[in-house]
């Protein structure tokens, strides 16, 4: 079983920014995509950002410029540096980790239990 914790969530004026973190409590075998969701009332969760088991980041094209993923494999912790927040960044966000946690697990799909990120004068 991972848990994914989250913090970093909270209040912040337009244009101002925030950075949410993400740890997972165990080491993970082999990770095939670690990274951060969210879903605005009466909204479909979306992608926000994300690492491939490749390495690569993608981005949701609304927060492209503004939105920086970053990871410390060794801390098993991914950030999200928000920069230049809008109101219609306001959502719960969530941390995902699709992964398989030892060389004889399945594949597993854990959530963090969401973050809420508030963007308002």
């Known amino acids: 079983q991972v848990q994914l914790v989250e913090s970093g969530g909270g209040l912040v004026q337009p244009g101002g920014s925030l950075r949410l973190s993400c740890a997972a409590s165990r080491n993970i075998f082999s990770i095939y995509s670690m990274g951060w969701y969210r879903q605005a009332p009466g909204k479909q969760r979306e992608l926000v950002a994300v690492?491939?088991?490749?390495?690569?980041?993608n981005y949701a094209d609304s927060v492209k410029g503004r939105f920086t993923i970053s990871r410390d494999n060794a801390r098993n912790t991914v950030y999200l540096q928000m920069n230049s927040l809008k109101p219609e960044d306001t959502a719960v966000y969530y941390c995902?980790?699709?992964?398989?946690?030892?060389?004889?697990?399945?594949?597993?799909?854990?959530w963090g239990q969401g973050t809420l990120v508030t963007v308002s004068s």
């Open positions: 995902n980790l699709r992964g398989r946690p030892t060389v004889v697990a399945a594949v597993m799909d854990a």
């Open positions: 690492f491939t088991s490749a390495g690569n980041t």
